[in-house]
């Protein structure tokens, strides 16, 4: 099952693994790609996985969120990137550039002092109460994130995926926490997921109806206990699933939380197979109603988890992050059956500023 091709509006990809974008601290200062994130990611295709999904990319200098992190801001950026890609298709995988913005987790800078949101509402991790973004603006983002999509087509990427998770922009805007506004972005379940519609809506008008747009959505913000009344999780994001996937949306990554929730994004020990899979529940849910492959991230560390979320429809992919760090060659391993469950231990030591890697010591 696992090594059953998947047809995903076009895309042919081979297997039904993905690896999630990850930041790497691999890019330029301003944000070009270079030759170590095309090594990354070759390895990652010579090893088949079936679908590669970049670390995120910032499409305005003002969204930047991390030091060293990729962007698709600017037309330079494509000549580099077409290397990339040549170098993940020529092992047959597939590769997605996810683009993003960081919205109230944009660095603050110099040259860039101030945070763009929905709305000004303040990050209790940092202390800090973004600007409220003006109509103006909220275009400005909007043509931003088509411009990226039309650069990524031209690199050859096989598609974009939109960033709509972890506290970024686009999922600032989808949820009630960081949402309050009153225009045509705010309000109702609608109205708050129109930004993400407007982006696709102006992408189709640059590279046509054909060309991949996926998702990576919040399904939930995370509160435990759901200590805030205004707040993302279920139903409300399943039927934001829904909406995206009416709309031209070609798949839907789950994932969820935001920093202020705590320890809800990169869990830490999770030794056990009832600790895997946290968004298992969510991806079945979406998957009932959506028309649309779901792809679920999110602690899958082992073989036979796998294939229970497989066999029994909680997704139709299954995408690993860590796992891939510490093994990019997880699912050569896999198809071999030279294993059954992934060395990584989910201990987070792989953020490492100087270039994503396994720093775990196996030998204690």
């Keep these: 099952m696992f090594f059953e091709p998947i047809n995903i509006a076009g895309i042919e990809i081979p297997n039904r693994f993905v690896r999630s974008a990850t930041h790497e601290w691999m890019a330029e200062p301003d944000g070009t790609p270079t030759s170590r994130i095309g090594d990354l990611y070759e390895e990652l295709a010579r090893n088949e996985v079936g679908l590669i999904i970049t670390g995120y990319a910032y499409v305005n200098p003002k969204g930047k969120s991390d030091h060293l992190q990729q962007g698709i801001y600017d037309d330079r950026f494509i000549e580099p990137y077409k ?14 550039i996810q683009i993003a913005h960081g919205g109230r987790q944009t660095m603050i800078t110099a040259q860039n002092p101030y945070m763009l949101a929905p709305s000004a509402i303040v990050d209790t991790t940092k202390g800090i109460t973004p600007e409220e973004m003006t109509e103006k603006e909220v275009l400005e983002t909007i ?64 590279v046509g109806h054909e060309y991949p747009i996926l998702v990576k959505l919040n399904v939930t913000d995370g509160f435990k206990p759901r200590s805030h009344k205004r707040t993302l999780d279920a139903p409300e994001s399943i039927e934001i699933a829904k909406i995206l996937s009416d709309n031209g949306v070609c798949a839907i990554e789950v994932s969820g939380g935001i920093a202020e929730a705590g320890d809800e994004l990169f869990r830490t020990n999770i030794d056990l197979p009832e600790k895997e899979a946290y968004y298992r529940d969510y991806a079945k849910k979406i998957k009932e109603k959506v028309t649309v492959p779901v792809i679920l991230v999110g602690g899958i560390r082992s073989k036979h988890v796998m294939e229970t979320l497989l066999k029994e429809s909680y997704t139709d992919m299954i995408s690993l992050c860590r796992p891939l760090i510490c093994e990019p060659d997880l699912v050569i391993k896999l198809k071999n059956m030279e294993t059954e469950v992934a060395k990584c231990v989910s201990c987070n030591l792989c953020s490492d500023e100087s270039g994503i890697k396994c720093n775990y010591n196996f030998s204690r």
């Design 143 to 206: 043509e931003n994130f088509a411009q990226a999509a039309r650069r990524a087509k031209e690199a050859g990427f096989d598609g974009v995926q939109l960033h709509c998770a972890h506290g970024f922009l686009l999922s600032n805007f989808i949820s009630p926490y960081t949402n309050r506004r009153k225009d045509r972005w705010g309000g109702s379940t609608e109205k708050r997921t129109q930004v993400v519609l407007d982006i696709i809506s102006r992408t189709r008008e640059l």
């Design 83 to 96: 290397k990339i890609v040549a170098r993940v298709h020529q092992h047959g995988s597939k590769i997605v």
